[in-house]
Structures are given as C-alpha cells and as structure tokens.
C-alpha cells in the first residue's frame, strides 16, 4: 500500500486547508486510516481516525469541532477538512493506515509523505 499525502501549505489564523490522503496497492488490507502530525521537538499525535469500511470516526478532544476526517472509498482517498486553524497547528501532517483497527504512531503499517501546514497569527 502507498499513501499519498497533499494539500497542505500557508494559511492565516482562522482560515480552512483540506488535506488529501490517496491510496494505492492492496488497499483491500487497510481497516483504518488516521492523520498525524508532528511539530518540531514534539512526538508524532494521532489527531483523527477512520475505519475503512465503516466510516467510524475518532478524534483528538484537541482538534474535535475543527477538524473533520472522511472517505471516499470509490477514490481510496482520506480526507482531513481543517477549519478555524491556530498557529498552533503548525506542523507536517501526515496520514497512515493499519490493517488491524487500532491505529497508532506505533503499530501504522503504511505511512504517506508528510505534507506541512503552517498557520501565521
């Protein structure tokens, strides 16, 4: 499986960015796909999960009401609508998948480039 990550870039306080998660290969052994993201000097966080087949969703408290994950399964693409972004979103976003449903930095089995956000104040 390949992941392929995009939509990122500059924006100010407040403003929206969609990113973009494209999968190809076997995606028939993904069962959730999730964003991270990871600023300088800090650990990689899970902010947001999405089971496959489902749709069920999970959130960070820290991004829930901002952010919004989805699928569209007929495109194998992962989306992450940001909205009402702070500065403090700063970061290189990335997206990951597992094949199991836990999803985390540690057990993700395919991992996207990394595509960076930076919000200015």
């Known amino acids: 499986v390949q992941l392929q990550a995009s939509g990122g870039g500059l924006v100010q306080a407040g403003e929206s960015l969609r990113l973009s998660c494209a999968a190809s290969g076997s995606t028939a052994t993904i069962y959730a796909v999730g964003w991270f993201r990871q600023a300088p000097g800090k650990e990689r966080e899970r902010l947001a999960t999405?089971?496959?087949?489902?749709?069920?969703?999970y959130y960070l408290d820290a991004v829930e009401g901002r952010f919004t994950i989805s699928k569209d399964k007929a495109e194998n693409t992962v989306y992450l609508q940001m909205n009402s972004l702070k500065p403090e979103d700063t970061a290189v976003y990335y997206c990951a998948a597992s094949k199991g449903l836990l999803l985390t930095a540690r057990n993700a089995h395919y991992w996207g480039q990394g595509t960076q956000v930076t919000v200015s104040s």
């Open positions: 999405i089971t496959w087949s489902t749709g069920r969703a």
